[in-house]
């Protein structure tokens, strides 16, 4: 597999409680490829991230996919509404916040007894190679298909169309290089009757590029959803998202249902030091056909926080580095493509920006109109089915804007194993039940029910003194009666 990502953006406008108009859908494109070679196996989309982050000022959508094969097979077309403005963005955004809010299960308490009067104890615990095509303007009556904007974004060609006619889009798409597969006509074609203009991209021939870069794309209006009928285009039977939603508050999908994973029915399993929650999930996705998403969490994150972790590339961050320990976009995966002799700064209208200047601009983007200094960042997921993605994704505010934890405590275990003991002595292991008796039967010790939380730990530390002080007078009773009989 290999990972690539697109990042597309939006603004937005809210209304004065802060919960966002649900209206037009921006976001994840779909994936046009031409036919592959013979011997090559076509490429799917197996899974994607997307985050989205809204203000009273702007939302921004930041899109990243995972896909089998060669980067060089992907051609991307998005939805939008009138000109946006592109820029390049970094991955390491999105490893940043699945570090910080990956679920994590926990198990819960050991419930092994340990005989009183003994130290120590416990349990055991889509780019094509050639250039996109322009289309020449300057007719009398407007053409069906307008190309807006065009320009190189680092190693992308970038085209903006505006279409008044479905046919005529789909026409200039397959003669650019944008294979559209036929049962995804009507797809277009909805979007296009809808009143959406759309950017379509793709690498620049010669670039050099071994993986697709993310991108930035900002578009005024305001939006809670994802097209996820677009989205359906170059996806398998079955495809993994993950979205986080930074915003003001907790979201929840409108028009798809959604389901949490209750800590309740958490069982850890000690044997394997691990949890059902995987198994919950799939039984979850199969009761709803792989048509609904899981609220996984929805918690408060500090911006400093955030920021420290994506502007150090993984390195700081209170939560421990990130599993690569290093950035996962190098700096060279960010300069301009293009001829550096032609004096234009080696790309066609553009800048060069450094990865730590691509990770401020999103920063930048990423926390715009918000008051700070915390945001609530939900998290959601899903293994969609192909056939379910059949309308565009909303989002409303949640009634209840408690958080949910991503740290997860198990309710009840399984296949739990504790010692064995001989006086203080530990001869083996067995269940929980046998290692009761082994504790019980042992003379003057007495089995304590086990204690959880550290609201116990008085009351522990009290019990254990009377009984081994019981214990003691015991022992002194029969010496005596000894000594008497003699």
């Not at 196996?41 to 702007?58: H, N």
């Not at 294979?179 to 690498?203: H, N, Q, R, S, T």
């Not at 961050?317 to 001829?339: E, F, H, K, T």
């Not at 001869?427 to 019980?440: N, Y």
């Amino acid at each position: 597999m290999r990972r690539s990502a697109l990042v597309v953006g939006i603004a937005a406008a809210t209304s004065a409680l802060g919960l966002l108009v649900e209206d037009d859908a921006f976001a994840c494109g779909g994936c046009f490829q031409p036919p592959p070679p013979p011997a090559q196996k076509a490429s799917d989309i197996t899974d994607e991230r997307m985050l989205l982050s809204v203000s009273p000022l702007q939302s921004t959508l930041y899109d990243q996919i995972e896909y089998s094969g060669s980067p060089s097979s992907f051609a991307w077309v998005l939805p939008i509404h009138g000109t946006v403005d592109v820029g390049l963005s970094a991955d390491i955004l999105f490893d940043s916040f699945d570090e910080l809010t990956a679920t994590q299960v926990t198990a819960p308490p050991p419930n092994c007894p340990t005989p009183s009067g003994c130290n120590g104890g416990g349990g055991v615990g889509c780019g094509a190679s050639s250039q996109v095509g322009s289309y020449s303007a300057g007719h009398d009556t407007p053409p069906p298909v307008t190309v807006t904007k065009q320009e190189n974004v680092g190693p992308y060609d970038t085209v903006q169309l505006h279409a008044t006619d479905a046919g005529a889009l789909n026409t200039w798409l397959a003669q650019n290089g944008f294979e559209i597969p036929a049962p995804e006509i009507p797809v277009i074609d909805a979007y296009v009757a809808e009143g959406f203009d759309f950017l379509a991209m793709k690498l620049l021939p010669n670039t050099g590029v071994k993986a697709m870069r993310p991108v930035r794309v900002t578009t005024p209006g305001a939006s809670l959803s994802l097209p996820l009928r677009m989205a359906s285009i170059g996806t398998g039977v079955i495809v993994g998202i993950t979205i986080w939603i930074v915003a003001d508050g907790r979201y929840e999908p409108q028009n798809f249902p959604f389901y949490h994973i209750d800590d309740s029915a958490l069982v850890w399993d000690w044997s394997t030091s691990a949890s059902n929650y995987t198994t919950l999930r799939a039984q979850n996705e199969g009761a709803l056909r792989n048509a609904g998403w899981e609220i996984e969490s929805s918690i408060s994150l500090n911006e400093q926080t955030i920021t420290n972790v994506i502007l150090s590339g993984g390195q700081n961050n209170a939560y421990g580095n990130l599993s690569s320990g290093q950035s996962s976009d190098p700096s060279q995966d960010y300069l301009p493509v293009g001829d550096p002799d032609a004096g234009d700064g080696g790309a066609e209208g553009g800048m060069i920006e450094t990865a730590d200047e691509v990770r401020a601009d999103d920063v930048r983007a990423l926390f715009a109109g918000m008051a700070g200094p915390s945001v609530r960042v939900t998290r959601i997921r899903s293994d969609i089915a192909h056939a379910a993605m059949t309308a565009d994704l909303v989002f409303r505010a949640s009634t209840d804007q408690s958080e949910i934890s991503n740290i997860r405590t198990a309710s009840r275990s399984v296949n739990e194993t504790c010692p064995i003991y001989d006086g203080c002595n530990v001869t083996g292991s067995g269940t929980p039940a046998q290692a009761q008796a082994s504790v019980s039967n042992h003379g003057c010790a007495a089995s304590l029910p086990p204690k959880r939380g550290s609201a116990a730990t008085f009351e522990a530390i009290a019990a254990l003194t009377a009984l081994a002080l019981a214990c003691t007078a015991r022992i002194r009773r029969r010496a005596a009666r000894k000594a008497y009989r003699r």
